[in-house]
């Protein structure tokens, strides 16, 4: 298993340019199994998810190259309705393979996602929604087995107790677009990962109104064709480099992001003291040596987004005084708390609150990831730390972060892979 070594107190300096969002591209992906005909997706990230997606197609029937960032998807023999639990059980994004499934099959057999270090996560919006659609849902030894005569529009309030899903949105969306009639999604996600997904439908010949408000309308159509289509960036991956210059004090430059999808994270860095500005797409961070302490709550998009919260908890750990962050998505996922503080950081949890009390200091160290966003987190830390971190389990940054090591280097970082 490798590991990633990391000598800081690293300052950063150049350009980054942000790869294809993953959190977009797996539920287009998933969305290809909605039509017979080809389909080509371009700037789809090259990371351990998407390969998986890939497999997960594959074993449905699919035919997928998957080269420089295309993806091109044919169908050369029949669907399978079966995806299998070795395929889902490692990434959750493989249950959006289920709406598409239901569409054109009217059955799938899929695998439950089961939870995962980050939270319990539940499926119940999923099945609350494929219910309404006229979907028999059923569960037998760890999988969800779907039936339908038929899906029927319907008018479904797709709200949890935490807000809006967005994989739930997205199943529910893939399936009305061939179901009879037209359906209301209300408290839909509005993350831009939804929009995208609505976007690449709508070009596939799907009808679709409201994607990227909480209320998403799909009138139904009898047939979706093949599409080439382009996936957004990824806004967490840009939100990680903005961060990791906050924490390292480092004026970079960051191309190919989406500004407006980072708002939040914009807010709350002018809080803090951090200059960023959005020249023509074009984002410039130009970090400040005392970084201010700001408490920020994570929330369904357009707020803070909790795929951001343990790097923002990276960066409010080196601030001049103390921050609450509180998770509102997912109140469990600070499992980062207790690594963060064997690197000198003097964090503490209350509830769903970390309490960060900044130190001048971090000291390199040791530390084992534990999921995608909390490795990241270690990583920023590890940069603005003094001596050798070594952050180990480096396959959860691999499932996100597509060239990290390689971009992080042409940004001045001494950082490299070693073999645990
Ligand atoms: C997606 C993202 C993930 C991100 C999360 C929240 C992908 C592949 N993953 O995950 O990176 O952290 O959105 O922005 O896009 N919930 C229920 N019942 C359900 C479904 C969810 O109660 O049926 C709860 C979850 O436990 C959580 C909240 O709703 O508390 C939001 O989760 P959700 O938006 O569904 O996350 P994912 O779509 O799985």
Redesign the pocket.
């Known amino acids: 298993m490798d590991k990633l070594v990391i000598q800081g107190v690293a300052s950063l300096k150049g350009e980054v340019t942000i790869s294809g969002s993953?959190?977009a591209a797996?539920?287009i992906m998933a969305a290809t199994l909605l039509t017979s005909e080809d389909c080509v997706i371009r700037n789809v990230p090259m990371l351990r998810d998407t390969k998986t997606m890939v497999a997960l197609l594959k074993s449905l029937g699919k035919k997928v190259e998957f080269s420089k960032n295309k993806l091109t998807v044919t169908q050369p023999a029949a669907l399978k309705h079966i995806a299998d639990y070795k395929l889902v059980s490692t990434m959750?994004?493989s249950f959006c393979v289920l709406g598409p499934l239901l569409a054109k099959l009217q059955k799938a057999k899929v695998s439950l996602p089961g939870g995962c270090v980050i939270?319990?996560?539940?499926?119940?919006?999923?099945i609350k929604g494929l219910t309404a659609l006229n979907a028999m849902m059923n569960f037998d030894n760890g999988y969800v087995i779907a039936k339908t005569k038929g899906l029927k529009g319907a008018h479904i309030y797709l709200g949890?107790?935490?807000?809006?899903?967005?994989?739930?949105t997205a199943n529910v969306m893939m399936a009305a677009t061939l179901a009879r009639g037209t359906t209301v999604i209300e408290s839909a996600?509005c993350?831009p990962?939804v929009e995208d997904l609505a976007n690449m439908l709508i070009d596939m010949g799907a009808k679709i109104t409201g994607h990227g408000s909480p209320k998403i309308t799909i009138v139904g159509v009898k047939k979706l064709s093949g599409v080439n289509y382009k996936v957004i960036p990824d806004r967490i991956e840009a939100g990680t480099y903005v961060l990791a210059a906050a924490a390292t004090r480092s004026n970079i430059t960051i191309k190919g992001a989406n500004y407006t999808h980072l708002m939040s994270l914009m807010d709350k860095l002018e809080e803090a003291g951090i200059k960023v500005i959005n020249e023509k797409g074009i984002i410039h961070v130009k970090a400040r040596k005392v970084i201010k302490p700001v408490s920020v709550a994570t929330h369904?998009y357009p707020g803070f987004?909790?795929?951001l919260q343990a790097q923002f908890l990276a960066v409010m750990a080196l601030a001049g005084g103390i921050s609450v962050i509180t998770d509102r998505?997912?109140p469990d996922r600070f499992i980062h708390i207790a690594e963060l503080n064997r690197m000198g950081a003097n964090i503490r949890r209350e509830g769903t609150n970390a309490i960060a009390q900044g130190v001048k200091k971090l000291y390199g160290a040791p530390v084992m990831a534990s999921d995608l966003r909390a490795s990241a987190a270690l990583v920023i830390a590890g940069l603005a730390a003094e001596g050798t971190t070594e952050v180990h389990r480096i396959y959860h940054l691999e499932r996100g972060y597509e060239k990290l090591e390689e971009k992080l280097v042409a940004l001045g970082a001494n950082v490299w892979k070693e073999k645990a």
């Not at 949890?160 to 739930?168: D, I």
């Open positions: 993953k959190n797996l539920p959750r994004g939270g319990i996560r539940p499926v119940d919006l999923h949890g107790v935490f807000g809006s899903s967005v994989l739930a996600a993350e990962e369904p987004p909790t795929d998505v997912y």
